[in-house]
C-alpha cells in the first residue's frame, strides 16, 4: 500500500510538515509514515584516526576521538526518535490512525529513491534544520535534489500550515503541465476546492483554446475552475494573482521543458519559495 511519506528533522517546519501530511492523510485516505533521516555527512560512521592524527600521538587520543562520534551519532539518535515520539502524537491528536515511524542512517535523497515505490506524496519542509545554521538560506540544502530526483508529487510547505480553501494551478500546455491536470482530475487530493487556472501569456486564440481544455478536463472531474490568462513575467504574475486572491496552495507539473521548469530549477527557485507563505504543490 503507498503512503503519505513526511520529512521531519526538528526544524521549524517541522510542525507544519507534519499538518500537511496529516491533511493529505485524510484527504487521499492514505497511511501515513513519519520519516527522520541522520545524515550521514554530518553523523559519519565512528572512523580509524589513526592515520590523520600522525606518527607519535598518543593512542587515547583517537580512543577519544572515536567515543565522541559515538556518543554524538547516539544523542542524534535519540533526538530523532523523540522528533518521531512527537509526530506521531500530532498525529494521534489529530484523529488519525497510528503512523508508521521510521528512522534511516545515510543519505535522505538515496532513503527517498529506496522508499519511492511507497510514497504516495512526500511532504517536506520548504526549510531544513540546516538553515537555522546558515542564516539567510531561503530553502533547505536537499530540496531541490529530493523534488528533481523523485518522480513523486511533493507538498512544501513554509513554517505554517493549513488546510488549503483554494488552489492555484499554474498552467502553460507543456507536457509536465498537462500531466499535473491529469493528476489533479484523479485525485481525491484537492476535490471540491475552487481551482484558479492561470495561464502566464499572451492572450489570443491558441492560449484560449489549451486553457479551455484543461479548464474541461477539470470540470469533468469535478472541479469548479475559474480560468484566467495575464500578460508578463511568470514568477511576479503568479505571486501577484495568488496575493490578490488570498489563495491556499500553488501547484504546478515539475520539471517540464517550459518556463515553469525554468522557474524550479533556476534562481527564481529560491525567490518564489522565499517571499510565498503559500505550501507548493509539484505535481509529476
Not at 487521499?28 to 606518527?55: C, K, M, N
Request: proline share 5%; net charge neutral.
Amino acid at each position: 500500500m503507498t503512503r503519505i511519506t513526511a520529512c521531519i528533522d526538528g526544524s521549524a517546519a517541522t510542525a507544519a510538515v507534519c499538518d500537511g501530511a496529516i491533511w493529505a492523510s485524510r484527504r487521499l485516505g492514505q497511511p501515513l509514515t513519519f520519516l527522520h533521516v541522520l545524515d550521514r555527512g554530518r553523523y559519519p560512521a565512528p572512523g580509524d584516526y589513526s592515520g590523520a592524527i600522525g606518527l607519535g600521538s598518543c593512542e587515547h587520543l583517537t580512543d577519544e576521538l572515536t567515543r565522541l562520534d559515538v556518543r554524538r551519532a547516539q544523542v542524534a539518535l535519540e533526538q530523532g526518535q523523540a522528533i518521531l515520539a512527537a509526530a506521531r502524537a500530532r498525529a494521534l491528536a489529530a484523529g488519525l490512525e497510528e503512523p508508521e515511524l521510521c528512522q534511516r542512517h545515510g543519505d535522505l535523497v538515496e532513503t527517498l529513491a529506496e522508499m519511492a515505490a511507497d510514497v504516495r506524496l512526500l511532504v517536506i519542509g520548504r526549510q531544513g534544520e540546516d538553515s537555522r545554521r546558515h542564516a539567510g538560506q531561503p530553502i533547505g540544502s536537499q530540496l531541490e535534489n529530493v523534488t528533481r530526483s523523485l518522480a513523486r508529487p511533493t507538498l512544501v510547505v513554509p513554517d505554517d500550515f493549513k488546510a488549503p480553501g483554494s488552489l492555484l494551478l499554474a498552467y502553460d500546455a507543456s507536457p509536465s503541465a498537462r500531466q499535473a491536470v491529469s493528476t489533479l482530475a484523479a485525485s481525491p487530493l484537492v476535490k471540491g476546492l475552487p481551482l484558479h487556472l492561470l495561464m502566464v501569456g499572451e492572450d489570443n486564440a491558441l492560449t484560449r483554446a489549451a486553457l479551455h481544455d484543461a479548464q474541461a478536463q477539470l470540470e469533468i472531474a469535478g472541479f469548479l475552475v475559474i480560468p484566467a490568462i495575464r500578460e508578463g513575467n511568470l514568477e511576479p504574475v503568479l505571486h501577484a494573482y495568488r496575493q490578490e486572491r488570498a489563495i491556499d496552495l500553488v501547484a504546478m507539473g515539475a520539471y517540464g521543458h517550459s518556463r515553469i521548469r525554468r522557474l524550479l530549477l533556476g534562481s527564481t527557485t529560491s525567490q518564489m519559495l522565499h517571499k510565498s507563505r503559500t505550501p507548493l504543490l509539484l505535481l509529476r
